[in-house]
């Protein structure tokens, strides 16, 4: 993990990481930091990534660069007023006829050449299409607002993690052992093709490769943002999972009554694939930086990646499929049906609900539970933003 351009002022990157509806816990945080800035105009993050619904928020806030506080106020106006018909199909005409191709293409091996999930993402495409303007990226940049914003997507030929990126012409790409950087003009087909959760989404054709969620297989999400030049990085996780819980520790009674169903299974697949790697990358440039700091900066080998990145991580203090299950009544008649057969409607199989469900009290909830969050800690927000005086925030509530 190497930086392109190596400076004494520090340039801080944003990360944000997937997890379908969980990422909007990303914004209460961002909504935190909104408020906690002296000028919420002033983009605080020149380098901004994004995998799967994180890659959304970013590219949310590189649209909205030149004006900040708005670009935060307008993604948490989206996410506060979500509803599931608003991501994918929730219908029953839609449901039966995804689940109906779904079955017929993964069973019968009928349509072969029209890639199927088994969700309708369609309306997504519509909800992105009408609230971004990509032209403000381009504007930010010249205006030297943001000095790049990047989303990573997996492609399935290639079995490449591709950073897509939007920035200035000084960045090179790169090439690591299968991960890629490639220049190029944002759209909402990268958007896509990044929050794309295998079998759930359907699959996204840019160029010549179909792309998935880019959260599989990227096995250092941080990578990227030194890539495009950031020396520290404020990692948004969407993990509830203790950071000082010591390896091997239990921290629940386990009882083997049951085996686990389809969604319990499900849920740790989905785990595996957002959280894992973020929270493995974190624990190695931690590892890193603690070996840079033994060796005098005139002695470090150059090109090696060894020069010390500050890291600040923001995750979920409450475990977010708990939050879930309270929300499940949310859910359309339809998939309650379509979900109850797997167990994804019960406590244990809450976890992929906590992916799924893209309703206002869900989201809601995140946002506050975010923002709270991210007020907690306050002090080290500001001495890594370099907040000099940071404000009295009154109220401290973003639903109040």
Not at 144 to 156: D, E, H, K, N, S
Not at 209 to 219: H, I, L, P, T, V
Not at 241 to 261: C, F, I, M
Not at 262 to 269: E, K, P, S, T
Request: glycine share 10%.
């Amino acid at each position: 993990m190497t930086s392109n351009t190596p400076s004494s002022e520090p340039v801080t990157g944003l990360i944000l990481s997937g997890g379908g509806a969980r990422a909007a816990y990303q914004v209460g945080v961002l909504a935190a930091i909104a408020d906690l800035l002296p000028d919420a105009a002033q983009n605080p993050f020149p380098v901004i990534v994004g995998t799967s619904a994180g890659a959304i928020n970013a590219v949310g806030l590189a649209c909205g660069a030149l004006h900040f506080g708005e670009a935060v106020r307008r993604l948490t106006s989206v996410w506060q007023g979500f509803h599931t018909h608003q991501v994918y199909r929730s219908d029953w005409a839609g449901v039966l006829r995804q689940a109906s191709r779904f079955i017929g293409h993964s069973l019968l091996g009928l349509g072969g050449e029209v890639p199927v999930a088994l969700l309708d993402s369609a309306p997504l495409r519509e909800l992105l299409e009408r609230e971004l303007d990509f032209s403000g990226i381009s504007a930010a940049v010249r205006q030297r607002q943001l000095r790049a914003v990047a989303v990573t997507a997996f492609g399935y030929e290639s079995g490449h993690a591709v950073t897509f990126y939007q920035g200035r012409a000084t960045i090179d790409p790169w090439m690591r052992h299968r991960r890629v950087g490639a220049p190029t003009r944002l759209s909402v087909d990268h958007l896509l093709a990044s929050s794309s959760i295998p079998l759930l989404f359907p699959p996204v054709k840019i160029n010549r490769e179909y792309f998935g969620d880019g959260a599989m297989r990227q096995s250092a999400p941080i990578s990227p943002a030194l890539h495009l030049g950031a020396t520290r990085v404020l990692v948004v996780g969407v993990s509830d999972n203790p950071q000082d819980e010591p390896d091997g520790a239990v921290t629940t009674a386990v009882q083997a009554v049951k085996p686990p169903s389809l969604a319990q299974i499900g849920g740790h697949l989905l785990n595996s694939t957002f959280i894992d790697s973020l929270e493995g990358d974190i624990e190695l440039l931690e590892r890193l930086n603690l070996m840079s700091k033994l060796i005098p900066p005139e002695q470090r080998p150059r090109g090696l990646g060894l020069n010390p990145v500050e890291v600040l991580v923001i995750s979920p203090s409450q475990p977010l499929d708990k939050i879930a299950a309270r929300h499940r009544h949310e859910l359309s008649a339809v998939l309650r049906l379509f979900l109850r057969g797997p167990g994804a409607t019960k406590a244990s199989g809450a976890g992929v609900l906590s992916y799924l469900l893209f309703e206002a009290g869900y989201c809601n909830e995140l946002i506050e539970l975010g923002y709270q969050d991210a007020m907690a800690q306050k002090a080290a927000l500001s001495e890594f933003l370099d907040l000099a005086r940071p404000p009295v925030v009154q109220g401290q509530s973003i639903t109040a």
